[in-house]
């Protein structure tokens, strides 16, 4: 039986989010889908549910963006081992997202494929 992630997205962007959404609810790595909409909203969510296995984050986002959430999640010992893919339509934004603890890095519009070859990755960890 293969492992079944459950999998946090945050992206402010409602229609990337649900896009998001389908392409994770026909990978068979994903068991449970949790949304969120800001980094400070992400925080709340790991801190509640706990047992978050991966998070897709996109960097620009009001309220806490992609960056000040790795950074938060860095200084928490429960997540500093926790993998967060960036997605970003902004690719100069790849070396500082790895710099504050990125697992991986995705390129808006997302593939499917190349999401699916990410969330393997996680799941084979």
């Known amino acids: ?12 962007d409602f229609i990337n ?14 068991g449970v889908i949790l949304e969120a909409t800001n980094g400070l909203d992400a925080i709340n969510l790991l801190k509640t549910q706990g047992d978050i ?3 897709l984050l996109d960097i620009k986002m009001p309220v806490m963006d992609g960056i000040e959430f790795l950074t938060h999640i860095q200084s928490m010992d429960e997540f500093k ?10 690719e100069t934004r790849k070396h500082e997202a790895f710099e504050h ?3 991986d890095f995705l390129v808006k519009p997302i593939r499917e494929h190349d999401l699916s070859s990410k969330i393997a990755k996680v799941a084979n960890l």
């Open 53 to 55: 296995e991966l998070v």
């Open 1 to 12: 039986m293969e492992k079944q992630l459950k999998i946090l997205a945050v992206d402010d």
């Open 17 to 30: 989010l649900k896009l998001i959404s389908s392409m994770l609810r026909k990978n068979p790595h994903v």
């Open 101 to 103: 603890g990125a697992f």
């Open 81 to 90: 081992k926790l993998p967060v893919i960036v997605l970003t339509t902004d």
